[in-house]
């Protein structure tokens, strides 16, 4: 840990070289002075990379949002498909005398019966 700071106290910022860099970027790998440098959940990291991941994330989270409408679609297209299959399967069950109105004058024919 010494042996770093000391090394960090040669070490110039990456964006001013005339300051000496105070930490290092975990992910560009570059040294920054303390203006250049952020703190982000508790990771120091650079400004260029810290809207990079944010864009990132942004990103992450509209593919993911994307990825959830494109399913719900799915999902509810299944949903009517079955609704609608359904219901000709119903429908396909009725027999053909009853479209044909047999049904009915057979009912009608019943009721107008003369009883005796
Ligand atoms: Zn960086
Ligand atoms: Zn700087």
């Known amino acids: 840990m010494s042996a770093e700071n000391s090394n960090l106290r040669r070490v110039r910022c990456f964006n001013h070289s005339e300051r000496e860099a105070t930490a290092r970027c975990p992910v560009c790998q570059s040294h920054f002075c303390r203006e250049c440098i952020t703190e982000n959940n508790g990771v120091m990291i650079c400004a260029r990379c810290l809207?990079?991941?944010?864009?990132?994330?942004?990103?992450?989270?509209?593919m993911r949002e994307l990825i959830f409408l494109s399913f719900m679609f799915m999902f509810s297209f299944f949903i009517m498909w079955s609704i609608f299959?359904?219901?000709?399967?119903?429908?396909?069950?009725?027999?053909?005398?009853?479209?044909?109105?047999?049904?009915?004058n057979h009912i009608l024919?019943?009721?107008l019966e003369p009883k005796d």
């Open 85 to 104: 299959y359904s219901v000709g399967h119903i429908f396909s069950l009725i027999p053909e005398k009853y479209h044909e109105g047999a049904f009915i």
């Open 51 to 62: 809207s990079k991941s944010k864009k990132l994330t942004i990103w992450s989270r509209n």
């Open 109 to 111: 024919t019943k009721a």
